[in-house]
């Protein structure tokens, strides 16, 4: 039976087989040190038998072996044992030299050198690191949503039109014999179920045919989405979200302790309650904290978000702020308005160590609300009639939000450019691998 290296040392003083990829291979004299890696960690075996050692003459590292012998303990080891190995078994060879070197803390290459080589650079511990974190922040957004009721849904991807753009900045394809598009968002679809079961939510996939080349945006995106029915304010969408942000952080503690710890990365600081501040409050801070004018804009510049995520962590001991309220004109037509301050909305951003991960708010839910704001907007409502007929049969006050999960894992790790956080990436430069 194959045994994971990290249970190898629950097994002192017995004859075991762990299956992986060569990882580290060093000869001195007749004896070989081999490092396994499997999908849990790294093993150290010790091949001194001339027969095993004989199979291993040819290997380099890549190269897919079973090795069986007895379990030791030893202290110098990372896991204070190690395999007297009796025996090695080739599973698969390399058939060329690895292009890229994963087994050292530093991988010591540019961005698209480990775009270019993504198939093999990933099996490097630090790039497994990078997406098992990932996936653990997903867990958490998913056991989130669950435990407060919500109902996970699966959107269309392909679409005849844009909700927010219209087709613009949207990718399209050829259906049959009409042009459809590619979904930039799940945003009516969402609205739409608010209708069916109240609660509901969404892990996907995304596009946006922008044509910008940096180190915040990509083409192709993981959004983990939710709208929420019944709420008496849109503060309420903000506090799930705050609960989801104490969710992913403590899944972090507890299920993530070595991923952080190979790029030694921070746990992020959260507050009893997140800061939340409006944007023209958000933009006198930083004009008078930092000498930087931005106010009177609709919205932060990176700039900005930067400086007020540095104020919530030295002033609020925080990596999370919320700004609030942003301006009629920067938001979508479906924003709900502020009924004490028309020209803003009941919208917010989350930004995590200076940027972005999230955008929210309360939504209009009155087919009349939505036929006056489409008219103050030179909207056509008939452009929007599969959007509109949920609205015409009873609607409850709803909100919801988008995450950014490559963005989220980008910040946990302090990562330059998003597309480290993202398996395959795609952008204006690039479709492969």
Not at 370 to 375: D, G, M, P, S
Not at 396 to 401: A, D, K, R
Request: aromatic share 10%; proline share 4%.
């Amino acid at each position: 039976m194959r045994i994971l290296t990290s249970n190898v040392a629950e097994h002192i003083g017995k004859k075991i087989s762990v299956s992986g990829w060569i990882h580290k291979i060093r000869k001195m004299g007749g004896i070989t040190f081999i490092v396994i890696r499997d999908r849990s960690g790294l093993i150290q075996g010790v091949v001194e038998k001339k027969e095993a050692n004989k199979v291993l003459e040819d290997l380099s590292t890549e190269s897919v072996v079973k090795i069986s012998g007895e379990v030791v303990k030893e202290d110098r080891a990372p896991q204070g044992s190690e395999i007297r190995v009796d025996s090695v078994e080739l599973i698969s060879k390399v058939s060329e030299d690895i292009p890229v070197e994963i087994n050292k803390k530093e991988m010591n290459i540019n961005l698209d050198t480990l775009l270019d080589n993504r198939q093999v650079a990933l099996r490097s511990p630090h790039q497994q690191a990078i997406f098992k974190v990932h996936a653990n922040i997903a867990k958490s957004f998913r056991k989130h949503m669950e435990a407060n009721d919500f109902v996970e849904i699966n959107t269309p991807k392909i679409v005849e039109e844009g909700l927010e753009t219209g087709g613009a900045e949207m990718f399209d394809l050829k259906w049959f014999d009409k042009k459809a598009f590619l979904s930039q968002s799940p945003q009516m679809y969402k609205q739409v179920m608010v209708g069916v079961f109240e609660r509901v939510y969404e892990i996907s996939n995304y596009w946006r045919a922008e044509k910008h080349s940096t180190s915040r945006h990509v083409n192709e995106f993981t959004m983990m989405d939710f709208e929420m029915g019944f709420i008496d304010s849109w503060e309420e969408v903000m506090d799930m979200s705050e609960g989801f942000v104490n969710e992913f952080v403590s899944n972090l503690q507890k299920e993530c302790g070595q991923e952080l710890e190979l790029w030694k990365a921070q746990l992020p600081k959260v507050p009893k309650s997140i800061p939340r501040v409006k944007l023209d409050e958000a933009q006198e801070i930083i004009k008078k904290e930092y000498k930087h004018d931005i106010t009177g804009e609709p919205d932060l510049d990176p700039e900005g978000e930067r400086l007020i995520s540095k104020y919530a962590l030295e002033k609020l001991d925080s990596d999370f702020i919320f700004v609030t309220h942003y301006p009629t004109k920067k938001r979508a037509f479906y924003s709900m308005d502020d009924p004490n301050s028309p020209n803003e909305t009941l919208t917010f951003d989350l930004l995590f160590r200076g940027l972005e991960i999230n955008s929210g708010g309360q939504r209009i839910h009155t087919y009349e609300g939505y036929l006056e704001k489409l008219k103050s907007r030179d909207m056509d409502p008939n452009n929007f009639e599969d959007y509109l007929v949920s609205f015409k049969y009873g609607m409850p006050p709803h909100g919801g939000t988008g995450w950014g999960l490559d963005r989220i894992t980008q910040k946990v790790f302090g990562l330059d450019n998003i597309r480290e956080a993202i398996l395959f990436p795609r952008d204006i430069n690039r479709l492969t691998p």
